[in-house]
């Protein structure tokens, strides 16, 4: 019969095996990433990679990414890994905090540590940060028979997941999978927690179909509010609200502007609502594997023959790409030198002139 202790021992074997093959895939990762591969296989990012290709989870996904990315900066983290010191989830606090002036002091005091006690040490070693902006999900389903609670059931606060993404890097599907929390069925309730004088802290329900609407927002806008919060979207949101209600009661005081006149290189409004409807929003670059890349994150409009190879301003030759692939395609029809002179966003006017005006915000 095999004793407890004989378990035990196999146990912290397989331990030992699951650290180390994690250590190995982080490294490989780092190098993956180092040379820029997930590009050649049509990703947008070695998130989307990960999330996509190799079929993690979106949390599973942002933690190694996050590892891999701070392997290459600082390779010392890898032995700690690998011998169990360093846990991946203290990681992405590690990440915060770690320079190459404080890695021999900062990186032991992260030894050994849960996820909230790297969260901890972080915060402490950032005493400047102003009140966390925090964006929360936490799935409820009401039980009709339950009886009224507080605020919020005790049970499902606990569960709160916090959002570890990026906001370059919001997956596609919605990311709260989690084992759904069950609270009484009691009317929406909304609780306002004052976090400092200006700061306030902001508990609502809402419906699924609120957040896919978020969602949508936060790509909608993640050309003009680049890694927007969600308070930030709200509230754009609101201020759009109560303009349209001034106008309606005519306490806007000036008249709109006539638009100007188009350019010769003017993008039809008809060619960007059909482009749009057609490809869902969504980058339209093909991934190696198949499919497409299907990022909704800083979509622009981009012409398959460029329009300054004579390429017109249809509907068929118009596509959706998110920026990294638009930059990317760009590069391949006029080189990195050519690409190189100008900024980013000099590049998207003035290289892809017939883009100009076509960029979807
Ligand atoms: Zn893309």
Redesign the pocket.
């Known amino acids: 019969m095999t004793s407890a202790r004989d378990l035990s021992a196999r146990l912290a074997e397989l331990l030992h095996y699951e650290r180390a093959a994690l250590a190995e895939f982080l490294v490989a990762l780092a190098d993956f990433d180092r040379k820029r591969l997930w590009v050649e296989l049509?990703?947008?990012s070695l998130f989307?990679f990960l999330h996509r290709e190799l079929g993690l989870s979106s949390g599973a996904a942002f933690y190694r990414k996050t590892a891999a990315g701070l392997i290459q900066r600082f390779p010392e983290i890898v032995d700690p890994l690998r011998d169990g010191r360093l846990c991946m989830t203290s990681v992405v606090e590690l990440a915060k905090v770690l320079t190459p002036e404080n890695r021999d002091d900062i990186l032991p005091r992260f030894f050994h540590l849960s996820k909230s006690g790297a969260k901890a040490v972080s915060a402490a070693l950032r005493p400047n940060d102003a009140a966390p902006h925090r964006a929360v999900v936490t799935a409820v389903r009401p039980t009709p028979a339950a009886p009224a609670p507080a605020l919020a059931a005790p049970a499902a606060r606990d569960r709160i997941l916090e959002s570890p993404f990026h906001p370059d890097e919001t997956p596609h599907a919605n990311p709260v999978q989690e084992p759904i929390p069950t609270v009484p069925a009691s009317p929406p309730r909304t609780a306002v927690e004052p976090l400092t004088a200006d700061l306030r802290r902001l508990h609502v329900t809402v419906s699924r179909r609120l957040m896919e609407k978020l969602a949508a927002a936060r790509a909608a806008l993640s050309h003009s509010h680049p890694g927007a919060s969600e308070g930030e979207i709200l509230e754009a949101g609101l201020d759009l609200l109560l303009e349209r209600h001034a106008k309606r009661k005519g306490l806007v005081e000036k008249p709109r502007r006539e638009p100007p006149p188009a350019k010769p290189d003017h993008v039809s409004a008809q060619v960007k609502r059909a482009v749009w409807q057609r490809d869902g929003g969504r980058?339209?670059?093909p991934i190696e594997g198949g499919g497409?890349?299907?990022?909704t994150h800083q979509?622009e409009l981009d012409h398959v023959v460029p329009r300054g190879r004579g390429g017109p301003a249809t509907i068929e030759n118009t596509r959706c790409?998110?920026?990294?692939?638009?930059q990317l395609a760009a590069r391949r029809v006029y080189g990195d030198e050519w690409m190189d002179r100008f900024t980013v966003r000099r590049a998207k006017r003035r290289v892809l002139s017939g883009m100009k005006g076509a960029r979807l915000e």
Request: hydrophobic share 30%.
């Open positions: 049509g990703h947008a989307y980058c339209q670059s497409v890349c299907g990022s979509v790409l998110c920026r990294f692939h638009n």
